[in-house]
């Protein structure tokens, strides 16, 4: 279908996906007042995501914080969030947002959620891969493969890196509080992603197709990195912090810039000249770099940065 749009979360258990997709929509909800388009959730979504995002709400009042599993019951397989994306009024876009069961990665050929799992892959324009922090920058090999899997994310992803198709890649990383207090704190979250995550970096960097961007984000806010026991990460909760999201526009503020472009870029001949006589093209392509000037320039872009460039695609398809 032409007009719908696949983004998919990747990730193994418990790295923060269903909690960054529940805070995501909860700052999607508040973006809609300031700009022409309007984004909404179908029922079952909305109402899985306030719970979830309730529930996150209430964890983190209590005093102290224990990693809860997951967030929402029966993440099993692959569950397909639906929104609608419209301008003025209008549908745009259906979007599905693919949030998997962590054990999914790593599950064997013939299982059909696996293979569920391929395709939507394939599908997918926006690959969020969802990171922990702390054990990107302080677990060993061994705890960065039971959090993270990098070789296992790169195995999934190459075939899609190789592929011709456009396709945005979002490095989201969480439970790095501790390494957003200041600049040289952030180099070095920065420098552990890239010589982890080398291999998939150096596909990016070798495709037309593919642009990735890392975005460190802060889903919680008050909960802060202490130590590792034995192989569990230890975080603790900080009472003179509020529970306070930040930067969890902002995956969403690429990847939805990014749908939209290739959307408008895809729209066929006849659509195009309807859209030209009626001069709705203007208006949405005004709406959509504004919306596009509120992504942050302080993230570290991958590969094709043109891709992402708003203001020139739009230029050279005038
Ligand atoms: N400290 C910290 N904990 C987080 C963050 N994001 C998620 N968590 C915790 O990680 C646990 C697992 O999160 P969940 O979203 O269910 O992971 P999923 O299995 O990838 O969907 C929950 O206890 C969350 O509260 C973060 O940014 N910082
Ligand atoms: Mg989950």
Redesign the pocket.
């Known amino acids: 279908m032409a007009n719908r749009t696949v983004m998919i ?1 990747v ?13 995501m929509y909860h700052e999607l909800s508040l973006m809609n007042n300031s700009s022409g388009f309007e984004f909404t959730a179908n029922e079952d979504t909305r109402h899985d995501l306030q719970e ?1 995002y309730q529930k ?1 709400s209430r ?2 009042t209590q005093p102290t ?8 019951k029966g ?1 099993a397989g692959i569950v397909e969030r639906q929104f609608e994306i419209l301008f003025k009024g209008k549908k745009e876009l259906e979007l599905a947002f693919c ?1 998997i ?2 054990g999914l990665i790593r599950s064997k050929e013939n299982n059909p959620d696996f293979d569920d799992f391929k395709n939507k892959l394939k599908e997918a324009l926006v690959i969020i891969n ?1 990171i ?3 054990a990107l920058v302080e677990g060993n090999d061994e705890l960065l493969n039971s959090k993270n899997d990098p070789i296992q994310v790169y195995d999934l992803l190459r075939s899609k890196l190789l592929d011709e198709q456009n396709v945005m890649l979002l490095f989201v990383i ?4 501790a390494w957003l207090k200041n600049e040289s704190r952030q180099k070095q979250l920065e420098a552990a992603f890239e010589k982890r995550y080398e291999l998939i970096l150096k596909l990016i960097g070798e495709s037309e197709n593919a642009v990735g961007v890392l975005i460190p ?5 008050c ?3 202490t130590h590792i026991l034995e192989k569990e990460i230890i ?1 603790v909760r900080k009472p003179n912090l509020q529970f306070k ?1 930040e930067n969890i526009d902002q995956p969403l503020r690429y990847a939805l810039a990014f749908a939209l472009l290739q959307h408008h870029q895809n729209r066929n001949r006849w659509n195009r000249f309807m859209r030209w006589l009626w001069n709705e093209d203007i208006a949405f392509q005004k709406a959509l770099i504004e919306f596009a000037e509120a992504r942050s320039h302080l993230f570290k872009i991958y590969g094709h940065s043109l891709l992402i460039d708003i203001d020139i695609e739009i230029e050279v398809t005038k």
């Open positions: 979360m990730g193994p258990d418990g790295v923060g996906k269903t909690t960054l997709l529940a805070t979830a996150l964890i983190i914080f224990t990693q809860t599993g997951s967030l929402l993440t949030d069961a962590g969802v922990d922090g702390s969480t439970k790095c509080e984000v802060k889903t919680l806010g909960v802060e990195f975080f999201p």
